[in-house]
């Protein structure tokens, strides 16, 4: 499984790339307003931070575009700015139409904000390179989230559709080893969340025993 930051704070990206060998990013209009920055110009940094990588960094397009044709033009705009950048886009109906035209350009494309299996395959049917499906929201409101993302990855291996499973907004730890064990692709989620599932607090108590114990034992 690969583990993206749900990110725009370059600081944020820059120690997630370090400690945990990050394997991308996404961002969204919420994260980008909390850098302080304009849009451009950080999604310019963060790319300058994946120079010469590989790696995916999801951009999004303005969500105020009902316009399939407007989508298709800024996501042109922004691939062309670097070869990492992946368009996001929201699973709606000028989303999906986008999706194609985009992919018939040879430009990858992430759906987002994906709270049913039929949007995730719709988006898979039209190329997307990758499906957000958002699990957070649905826990928060009672929904079985577990069965979300087998039933999405079942439809993908189904029909042998090429497109990544991207599991989002996910909260905890429990949230990211359920994706794993489902089959998902990749998770993203913010440093907090990360930070947290790579601790336990059994972890921090064996290790004081364990100093204690050096310490009381002759190195040579």
């Given at each position: 499984?690969k583990f993206f930051?749900?990110?725009?704070?370059?600081?944020e990206?820059?120690y997630?790339?370090?400690?945990w060998?990050l394997d991308?990013?996404?961002?969204n209009?919420?994260?980008v307003q909390?850098s302080?920055k304009?849009?451009?110009?950080?999604?310019?940094?963060?790319?300058?931070?994946?120079d010469?990588a590989?790696?995916?960094?999801?951009?999004?397009?303005?969500?105020?575009?009902?316009d399939?044709?407007?989508?298709?033009?800024?996501?042109?705009?922004l691939a062309?700015?670097?070869?990492?950048?992946?368009?996001?886009?929201?699973?709606i109906?000028?989303g999906?139409?986008a999706?194609?035209?985009?992919?018939e350009?040879?430009?990858?494309s992430n759906?987002?904000l994906?709270?049913s299996?039929?949007?995730?395959?719709?988006?898979?049917?039209?190329g997307?390179?990758?499906?957000?499906?958002f699990?957070?929201?649905?826990?928060?409101n009672?929904?079985?989230?577990?069965?979300?993302?087998n039933?999405i990855?079942?439809?993908?291996?189904?029909?042998g559709?090429?497109?990544?499973i991207?599991v989002?907004?996910v909260?905890?730890?429990?949230?990211?080893?359920?994706?794993?064990?489902a089959?998902?692709d990749?998770?993203?989620?913010?440093?907090?969340?990360?930070?947290?599932a790579?601790?336990?607090p059994?972890t921090?108590?064996?290790l004081k025993?364990?100093?204690?114990f050096w310490?009381?034992t002759a190195y040579?």
């Amino acid at each position: 499984m690969k583990f993206f930051l749900d990110s725009a704070q370059v600081d944020e990206i820059t120690y997630a790339l370090e400690m945990w060998n990050l394997d991308g990013v996404t961002t969204n209009p919420r994260h980008v307003q909390a850098s302080g920055k304009p849009f451009l110009a950080v999604i310019r940094e963060i790319a300058g931070l994946f120079d010469g990588a590989d790696r995916p960094i999801s951009v999004e397009v303005n969500p105020h575009h009902t316009d399939w044709k407007a989508m298709v033009a800024e996501g042109e705009k922004l691939a062309a700015m670097c070869p990492n950048f992946v368009i996001k886009l929201p699973a709606i109906e000028p989303g999906f139409k986008a999706v194609a035209a985009l992919a018939e350009k040879g430009i990858r494309s992430n759906l987002t904000l994906v709270f049913s299996t039929s949007q995730a395959l719709q988006a898979m049917r039209m190329g997307a390179a990758f499906v957000s499906p958002f699990i957070g929201w649905k826990e928060a409101n009672g929904e079985d989230t577990i069965r979300f993302i087998n039933e999405i990855v079942a439809v993908r291996d189904n029909y042998g559709f090429e497109t990544e499973i991207i599991v989002a907004a996910v909260r905890n730890g429990r949230q990211i080893a359920e994706a794993a064990i489902a089959g998902a692709d990749i998770v993203t989620a913010g440093l907090a969340v990360f930070k947290d599932a790579f601790d336990h607090p059994y972890t921090a108590k064996g290790l004081k025993l364990f100093q204690d114990f050096w310490d009381q034992t002759a190195y040579e």
